[in-house]
């Protein structure tokens, strides 16, 4: 079945946070909003965030506000702040992006089944994009405006 299995998805959201926590050992990446993100049109950004994401590309890692990043109401920015050092938040993002695409490709649903990308809102602080697939299922995103980019601090489940 190809749609977003919504319990399935926070379910895997929350156990990727979570294992997320424990992970040590990577290396300190430098983190900033991609180039050309200012080009693009908040639906592109969001959805190239999104697509990137889903597909486990660890290049995303700057295009995350992993201080104030929130996932289907788990407050993952919280967690990631917890942790002490550079090496242990390094290994928060990459276990959580490895994870969530893991866990986004095991539902059986991709990237390209979100379609109308569409921005809902947007001031100077933020943008509002929601996608949707064609079983009435799909994701709100809340980019946040900083760093000279815009980066997403918000993933929520639409049903």
Same mark, same amino acid.
């Given at each position: 079945?190809?749609?977003?299995?919504?319990?399935?998805?926070?379910?895997?959201?929350?156990?990727?946070?979570?294992?997320?926590?424990?992970?040590?050992?990577?290396?300190?990446?430098?983190?900033?909003?991609?180039?050309?993100?200012?080009?693009?049109?908040?639906?592109?950004?969001? =959805?190239?965030?999104?697509?990137?994401?889903?597909?486990?590309?660890?290049?995303?890692?700057?295009?995350?506000?992993?201080?104030?990043?929130?996932?289907?109401?788990?407050?993952?920015?919280?967690?990631?702040?917890?942790?002490?050092?550079?090496?242990?938040?390094?290994?928060?993002?990459?276990?959580?992006?490895?994870?969530? +695409? =893991?866990?986004?490709?095991?539902?059986?649903?991709?990237?390209?089944?979100?379609?109308?990308? =569409?921005?809902?809102?947007?001031?100077?602080?933020?943008?509002?994009? +929601?996608? =949707?697939?064609?079983?009435?299922?799909?994701?709100?995103?809340?980019?946040?405006?900083?760093?000279?980019?815009?980066?997403?601090?918000?993933?929520?489940?639409?049903?």
């Amino acid at each position: 079945m190809h749609c977003f299995r919504s319990h399935r998805t926070l379910y895997a959201i929350g156990s990727i946070a979570a294992f997320a926590v424990l992970a040590v050992g990577c290396n300190k990446s430098a983190l900033s909003p991609a180039a050309g993100n200012s080009s693009l049109t908040d639906p592109d950004v969001a =959805k190239k965030i999104f697509t990137q994401m889903a597909e486990g590309d660890l290049t995303v890692q700057g295009d995350i506000d992993w201080e104030g990043f929130k996932a289907s109401g788990l407050d993952v920015g919280t967690q990631y702040m917890a942790l002490k050092d550079d090496a242990n938040k390094s290994a928060f993002r990459t276990s959580f992006l490895q994870n969530y +695409s =893991k866990s986004f490709k095991d539902t059986g649903a991709t990237a390209a089944m979100l379609t109308e990308w =569409k921005s809902e809102s947007s001031d100077s602080t933020q943008a509002v994009v +929601s996608a =949707k697939t064609n079983h009435g299922t799909g994701v709100r995103l809340t980019l946040v405006k900083k760093n000279g980019g815009r980066l997403l601090s918000g993933l929520d489940l639409l049903h």
